[in-house]
């Protein structure tokens, strides 16, 4: 249909060729995205079903550990914690908390790293 209609047209040939490598390019994108739909309606079931057993699993740590959202007293409590940190006290923190810190810190900084990593689906740069 959408070559039927360049041909109607009268169009330049280099606008032509332009057009139809546009044409082409976006049935390879729809061509590539069908076969990654369907390898992915392969997974639909495992996906679900590991879906379900972590929900599951979740649900019942939740319940054994009793946890519960946090009340507005302790989140008061927490903040006023955070505020009465000072400079003094850093200054007592001894060599095995301060290490204790920066191995923390470099953990949080790698997972955040990695999952970078997996969402750009590449170690460096994005995929265009």
Do not use: C
Not at 52 to 57: A, M, P, S, T
Not at 62 to 87: C, D, F, H
Not at 110 to 117: H, K, S, T, V, Y
């Amino acid at each position: 249909m959408v070559l039927a209609f360049a041909r109607t047209f009268r169009f330049p040939l280099t606008a032509q060729n332009k057009f139809r490598a546009l044409y082409v390019r976006h049935a390879t994108n729809l061509n590539s995205t069908t076969k990654t739909l369907s390898k992915l309606a392969e997974y639909r079931k495992p996906i679900i079903y590991n879906a379900l057993v972590i929900k599951e699993l979740a649900k019942e740590v939740y319940i054994k550990e009793g946890l519960r959202p946090p009340t507005t007293s302790e989140i008061s409590q927490a903040w006023s914690n955070l505020r009465s940190i000072g400079l003094n006290d850093l200054k007592g923190i001894g060599l095995r908390d301060a290490a204790r810190a920066v191995i923390r810190s470099v953990e949080v900084i790698g997972f955040f790293a990695i999952g970078e990593m997996i969402g750009r689906g590449s170690l460096i740069g994005y995929k265009y």
